[in-house]
């Protein structure tokens, strides 16, 4: 089992910066696509920026221009870093990823969420 562990959550004042990351547990696995996704009070859990084993990114509209998502293959971790923040963006954030797990030897394939980390922006 392949877990995740956020971190770099907290409250923060509109126009402000956080940094989150994401580790995965296991060594010896290769991820293909990590993303985050977050979920308000009250609403569904919505995609927010994804990138794939090659480096290729995707973001939701609302937050294009504003975030950047990265990764360190060799750590297997995921980052998030948020600039301009807005009280829109106050969630909880989740990193999931998906791949290949071979710590049992063969090629077993996961997919992973992790607990979530809060973000408030207000002021």
């Known amino acids: 089992q392949v877990q995740l562990a956020e971190s770099g959550g907290g409250l923060v004042q509109p126009g402000g910066s956080l940094r989150l990351s994401c580790a995965a547990s296991?060594?010896?696995?290769?991820?293909?696509?990590m993303g985050w996704y977050r979920q308000a009070p009250g609403k569904e859990r919505e995609l927010v920026a994804t990138v794939t084993e090659g480096g290729s990114t995707n973001y939701a509209r609302s937050v294009k221009g504003r975030f950047a998502i990265s990764r360190d293959n060799a750590r297997k971790t995921m980052y998030l870093q948020m600039n301009s923040l807005v009280p829109e963006d106050t969630a909880v954030y989740y990193c999931?990823?998906?791949?290949?797990?071979?710590?049992?030897?063969?090629?077993?394939?996961?997919?992973?969420w992790g607990l979530g980390t809060q973000v408030t922006v207000s002021s």
């Open positions: 999931n990823v998906e791949g290949l797990d071979y710590s049992e030897g063969r090629a077993t394939m996961f997919n992973s």
């Open positions: 296991e060594r010896s696995i290769v991820a293909k696509t």
